[in-house]
């Protein structure tokens, strides 16, 4: 695992994130307390993360079950919210029922099925958001946009699932424009979904690299590894 920013980096780059962030919600004529940042710390180890809990970071987005069962066990004593934002196989349900406090990456029914199975197992019930595939990229996970309205109505059949809102990765393209139309593709499902009646309020989108255009588009909540841990020494 990485060795992170090092010392002292890491309060100036979260620092900065933050900057950026007020620098953002002013320009787009927003609330900074509308939007939430959520520390990536995937394939930092659990020192780096004991220094972000020191900065008083306390939530934590990572992508891999087995990474955040480590880091939870190692850091135990300090009652972390790990959230999930990776691709999950439905075999890893059991895991994130024991591990995550979320998760956002909510993208198929037989997960769904299996997740809720496994959190009724443990008598515990998770928020989730579902993530949506709003890029024309064939690498990127998520449902399609036409499949959420079902979907979310599906969704009320679990207890232990608690809809909160969307979550999206936009396209990695140069033209601000098809970025901006991938936030603005989940802005209006949310919209939809909540005029179905659903309680998704929350819109997870922006991250290191994009954060400002997801701001400008309505994100309450950024995602953001590299810009506050350094560069990630593997492509997760
Ligand atoms: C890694 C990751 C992020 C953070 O990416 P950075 O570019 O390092 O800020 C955000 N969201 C998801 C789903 C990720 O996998």
């Known amino acids: 695992m990485s060795a992170g920013a090092g010392?002292?980096?890491?309060?100036?780059?979260?620092?900065?994130?933050?900057?950026?962030?007020?620098?953002?919600c002013r320009d787009a004529g927003r609330d900074p307390s509308g939007v939430v940042l959520l520390p990536v710390s995937k394939t930092f180890g659990e020192d780096?993360?004991?220094?972000a809990v020191g900065l008083g970071l306390r939530r934590f987005g990572e992508n891999k079950v087995q990474e955040i069962q480590a880091k939870a066990t190692a850091l135990a004593g300090e009652r972390l919210d790990w959230v999930v934002i990776?691709?999950?196989?439905?075999?890893?349900?059991?895991?994130?029922?024991?591990?995550?406090a979320e998760v956002q990456s909510?993208?198929?029914l037989d997960l769904a099925i299996a997740l809720d199975k496994a959190l009724q197992a443990q008598g515990r019930a998770i928020d989730v958001l579902v993530q949506v595939k709003t890029s024309r990229e064939e690498s990127k996970f998520g449902?399609?946009?036409?499949s959420l309205p079902a979907f979310l109505d599906e969704l009320k059949a679990f207890?232990?699932?608690?809809?909160?809102?969307?979550?999206?990765?936009?396209?990695?393209?140069?033209?601000?424009?098809v970025v901006r139309g991938c936030f603005r593709t989940l802005y209006r499902l949310r919209d939809s979904a909540r005029e179905a009646g659903h309680p998704?309020?929350?819109?997870?989108?922006?991250?290191?690299?994009?954060?400002?255009?997801?701001?400008?588009?309505?994100?309450?909540?950024?995602r953001i590894g590299s810009a506050i841990f350094g560069a990630r020494s593997y492509k997760p």
Do not use: Y
């Not at 290191?208 to 950024?222: K, M, Q, Y």
């Open 106 to 108: 909510l993208d198929r």
């Open 48 to 51: 780096v993360v004991r220094e």
């Open 159 to 177: 207890s232990s699932l608690r809809l909160r809102g969307l979550m999206t990765l936009a396209e990695a393209s140069d033209d601000e424009a």
């Open 143 to 146: 449902l399609a946009p036409e």
């Open 7 to 24: 010392a002292g980096a890491l309060a100036a780059n979260l620092a900065a994130v933050r900057g950026s962030i007020a620098t953002a």
């Open 200 to 222: 998704a309020d929350r819109l997870s989108m922006g991250m290191s690299g994009d954060f400002a255009l997801a701001i400008a588009e309505g994100s309450t909540e950024v």
């Open 86 to 100: 990776g691709h999950l196989q439905t075999n890893k349900a059991k895991a994130v029922a024991k591990f995550a």
